[in-house]
Antibody, heavy 120, light 112 residues
């Protein structure tokens, strides 16, 4: 069974930093591109970042570019999101999602999400 | 990175059919057959219901179907059931800036 388990969320002050982790199991992690998708309270889904299976391709949403860094450790079956210079508008549930389908464009498996709250 | 356009809400009675539209541009929906649909119940993670415009993952009911015409994709749910009440999001591969995925704003489906 495919499982994605996020951790690392919490309350952080504006301008602060947080590192999210996503531990994968039940599939060959090294074969899949991975993504972070977030959802602000009461709002829709927003793609945040993508990393290819070998980390050779990395993309970010304009809203987080220069502040967030996605990375992965295939030996540990883990995905990470380093979030710096956090803003109130970064408050959201952050999901890690496995990319499949054409162009890695669909997310067939999701974690349960971890809540990040940016507030003073 | 503009979101795809979906109606905010749709409703239908049990047994009826409903369709949710998802409008984009030639850089996303119209340019690629990489449209997906997700179902999200309150407090839960999204669930993939349709991928590559019209394909259903294993285990998804055949009451769910997808299609696309030009820059607009559609999700149709036939034989509405109470458990179909949820938020639905479309998404598409896009190359409008960096290659990535763009989501629609979401549609709240109410089963009357």
């Amino acid at each position: 069974e495919v499982q994605l388990v996020e951790s690392g969320g919490g309350l952080v002050q504006p301008g602060g930093s947080l590192r999210l982790s996503c531990e994968a199991s039940g599939f060959n992690f090294i074969n899949y591109g991975m993504n972070w998708v977030r959802q602000a309270p009461g709002k829709g889904l927003e793609w945040v970042a993508h990393i290819s299976s070998s980390s050779s391709s990395i993309y970010y949403a304009d809203s987080v570019k220069g502040r967030f860094t996605i990375s992965r450790d295939n030996a540990k079956n883990s995905l990470y999101l380093q979030m710096n210079s956090l803003k109130a508008e970064d408050t959201a549930v952050y999901y890690c999602a496995r990319g499949t389908c054409g162009g890695g464009s669909c997310y067939s498996s999701w974690g349960q999400g971890t809540l990040v709250t940016v507030s003073s | 990175q503009s979101a795809l356009t979906q109606p905010a809400s749709v409703s239908g009675s049990p047994g009826q059919s409903i369709t949710i539209s998802c409008t984009g541009t030639s850089s996303d929906v119209g340019g690629y057959n990489y449209v997906s649909w997700y179902q999200q119940h309150p407090g839960k993670a999204p669930k993939l219901m349709i991928y590559d415009v019209s394909n259903r993952p294993s285990g998804v009911s055949n009451r769910f179907s997808g299609s696309k015409s030009d820059n607009t994709a559609s999700l149709t749910i036939s034989g509405l059931q109470a458990e179909d009440e949820a938020d639905y999001y479309c998404s598409s591969y896009t190359t409008s800036s960096t290659p990535h995925v763009v989501f629609g704003g979401g549609t709240k489906l109410t089963v009357l």
